[in-house]
């Protein structure tokens, strides 16, 4: 008798426990994944309720260019950022893990910084720093087109100067996860392998490189999700301009819902970039799983 | 050491840190800009080494933006949100890892798949709801959809899984409940990993931008990472004050980093499952 009443009492504490985030979760994350799949359904404004109107809003989107625009340029944001800060960020790990004591703990403050300041600090900077008349780089980029470039506003060099700016901004995480990565091999293993004759090329493809893999395959795969869902940068430096060439999926999510009213064909994008997401990342991580499996 | 090896090291040494001054340059650039008059600024002179040092900009920035409104607005939903997370998130996790209910399983399922959703996909329905609920240009607003971050209970039911289970004999012999075991106990054990998710959490909310720009339309009650995109059009053509206002807002978040560094280095090799 009294264990059942202790078992139900266990089971009451238990619930009271999950109680505030089972709440909160419940009413702001999954109502509103069924709401954006209901949503996309419909013809819904922003505001106020919409006529269900079936498969309407993907079709649309199938016609629609700009869907097809964001869709390239999603691609090619991922080619610019993904693999280059993955190998920035190796070769820096790399660098500062060879440090010791204070010169370490400097040299991770001068490359880690950037990824504290909030992203609009960040872009604010880099206008500047780029800017047409004044920018301090344009005597570089002078120096290799033989004139100045209003970066935001050119086609050609809208997405690779986001892309520097992302880069620059976001790579302290991953030269941290390299260094911890670093870490955990064992320091033994270095020194078998010396006593063996290895030479330090060896050392670093045949010791370092594949116990690196686990912790490389994870920033590759956190850095595709996270660029896949680029929105804050290309807002903030060219509102998706010039003639779209740097317009993303977030971005005509956001314009469609908070610009021209269109609820439920936003909530179809924002379905459609969600899967992509899902797809991409799953796939991405079985092959880099197959790839460690190699080494 | 060999004399060589001593050089090669010293070396790289100072190329590595030379490669991470040219890193950081565009903060230093920013800070020299911010400190010179508008005219200076834009001027043939201004050299690389800081030549004046002229706070207008930062005054003009202090008093003539609502700067001072910004800074309430994000400590004080970065503080609620990351007190709510850590306080919701242990709880949670301390009933998936010590307790035995139905839909524990589940529960922790649903928990590791919603790391896979992409918040920026639910913006929405998300502005709908606080629509409804009335939380538009409020505090509230700011909060509640940040306050879902499953990592947080992963990371705390990992640590508390590894609690031996003789801390908690000795606490139900005295006829302590759960509650005392997990505030008393667990909580206490792990203040380190506490303290890693909390500065997580709150860097994460402090720099938040696509939320807090899409539920706030007034500007007193902006934050400061959409504040300060407002001073653009407000200053017009204003280099040393808009580096002035961008160097303000970034302050709190780079000093707390630089006086935290180790802990904020071990939270984010913890948070992403590098550093066990």
Known sequence: MSMIRNNRRHKLVAYSLILPFVAIFALVFAYPVIEVIRLSFTDAPLIGSGDWVGLDNYKRLLSDRLFYTSLKNNGYFVLLTVVPTTVIALLIALAVNRLSGRMQALALVLFFTPYVLPVSVVTQIWAWMLDFQFGILQPVLEFFTGKPVPVFKNPFWVMPAVAVVTIWWTNGFNVLLFIAGLRNIPEELYEAAKLDGATSRQLFFRVTWPLLWPVTALVLTLQLILQLKIFDQVYLLSEGGPFNSSYVLLLMVYREAFQLNNGGYAAAISLVLFLIIVVVSVLQFQILRIGGRDK | ?276
């Open chain 2, 1 to 276: 050491m060999t004399p060589i090896r001593r050089i090669e090291n010293l070396a790289l040494t100072c190329i590595t840190i030379f490669a991470g001054l040219l890193w950081i340059f565009p903060l230093y650039w920013a800070f020299n800009t911010s400190i010179r008059s508008e005219n200076r600024v834009v001027s043939d002179e201004a050299g690389l080494i800081p030549d004046e040092f002229n706070l207008s900009s930062y005054i003009d920035a202090l008093f003539n933006t609502s700067l001072m409104d910004w800074y309430i607005n994000s400590i004080g939903t970065s503080v609620i949100i990351t007190f709510i997370v850590l306080l919701t998130g242990m709880m949670c996790a301390y009933a998936l890892s010590q307790m035995q209910f139905p839909g524990r399983k589940a529960l922790y399922l649903v928990v590791l798949a919603s790391f896979m959703v992409p918040a920026q996909a639910l913006v929405v329905p998300q502005f709908v709801l606080m629509n409804d609920l009335d939380l538009i240009n409020r505090w509230g607003g700011i909060i509640l959809p940040q306050l879902v971050v499953p990592v947080v209970i992963i990371v705390y039911k990992q640590f508390f899984d590894a609690v031996p289970k003789e801390m908690k004999e000795a606490v139900v012999l005295d006829g302590g409940g759960d509650y005392t075991l997990l505030f008393k106990v667990y909580l206490p054990l792990n203040w380190g990993i506490t303290t890693a998710l909390g500065i997580i959490t709150f860097i994460m909310s402090w720099n938040a931008f696509l939320w807090p720009f899409l539920v706030i339309t007034t500007e007193d009650m902006m934050t400061i990472p959409v504040g300060i995109t407002q001073v653009n059009d407000a200053f017009g053509v204003a280099y040393a004050r808009i580096m002035s206002v961008a160097l303000l807002a970034a302050a709190p978040v780079v000093i707390a980093y630089l006086i935290f560094q180790k802990r904020v280095t071990e939270a984010v090799m913890i948070s992403s499952g590098v550093k066990g």
